[in-house]
C-alpha cells in the first residue's frame, strides 16, 4: 500500500466512494467540477495499482487548512489506511508551514488517533462555512469540530 499524489484520472473514483458513503449521510458529497478544480488536494491510498482511498488537505488561510473528503474502502477498513493518509496530510502540512489542521467529522475518535483534539466551531474563520450553506443539513449537521496543532 502506498500513500501517492492524486492524479485527474484518479477523480472518476475519488467522486465514487465519496458519494457512496454521502449517500448513507458520513460525509458531503461533491461534484467532478469541485473534484477537477481540488485534485491537487488529494492523496491516494494505493495498493498494486487499486485505489484504495482518498484524503484532501485544503488551504483555508495563511496559517490553516482543512481535512476533507476522507475515504476508505469498506473492504479496507481498520488496517490503517485512514491514518497514514491523514500523517501524511499533516506532514505535507508542516512542509507548507501551517499552524493547524483542522476537520469537521462525524467520527472524532478517528481522528483523537491521529493527533486531534475538540476544537470550538465558533473559533474558526466564517470563509469555511462555504461548503455548509450549501449543505441541507445546515445548520444543525452535528458535525464536531477537530483540530491539530503544528
Ligand atoms: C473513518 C475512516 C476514514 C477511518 O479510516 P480507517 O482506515 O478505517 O481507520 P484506521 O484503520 O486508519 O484507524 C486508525 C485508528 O482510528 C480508530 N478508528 C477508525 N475508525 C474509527 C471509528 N469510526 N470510531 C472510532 N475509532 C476509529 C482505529 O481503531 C485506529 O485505532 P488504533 O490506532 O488504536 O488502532 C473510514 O472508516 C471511512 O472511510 N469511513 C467512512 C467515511 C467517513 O466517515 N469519513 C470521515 C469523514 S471526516
Redesign the pocket.
Known amino acids: 500500500m502506498k500513500i501517492r499524489r492524486a492524479v485527474l484520472a484518479d477523480v472518476p473514483e475519488i467522486q465514487k466512494?465519496i458519494n457512496y458513503?454521502a449517500k448513507?449521510d458520513?460525509?458531503l458529497a461533491r461534484s467532478l467540477n469541485d473534484l477537477y478544480e481540488n485534485i491537487r488536494d488529494f492523496w491516494i491510498a494505493d495498493e498494486d495499482g487499486r485505489f484504495i482511498?482518498c484524503?484532501a488537505l485544503h488551504m483555508i488561510w495563511a496559517d490553516l487548512a482543512e481535512?476533507?473528503?476522507?475515504?476508505?474502502?469498506?473492504s479496507?477498513?481498520?488496517?490503517?489506511?485512514?491514518?497514514?493518509?491523514?500523517l501524511k496530510c499533516l506532514a505535507e502540512a508542516r512542509i507548507l508551514g501551517l499552524k493547524r489542521v483542522f476537520?469537521?467529522?462525524?467520527?472524532p475518535?478517528?481522528?483523537?488517533?491521529?493527533g486531534f483534539g475538540r476544537y470550538p466551531k465558533s473559533k474558526l474563520p466564517h470563509k469555511i462555512w462555504g461548503d455548509c450553506l450549501n449543505c441541507p443539513k445546515f445548520p444543525d449537521c452535528g458535525?464536531i469540530s477537530v483540530a491539530v496543532e503544528l
Do not use: D, N, P, Q
Open positions: 466512494l458513503f448513507k458520513w460525509m482511498g484524503c481535512i476533507k473528503s476522507l475515504a476508505v474502502r469498506e479496507h477498513k481498520g488496517m490503517g489506511v485512514g491514518k497514514r493518509m491523514v476537520a469537521l467529522t462525524y467520527v475518535k478517528f481522528f483523537k488517533k491521529c458535525e
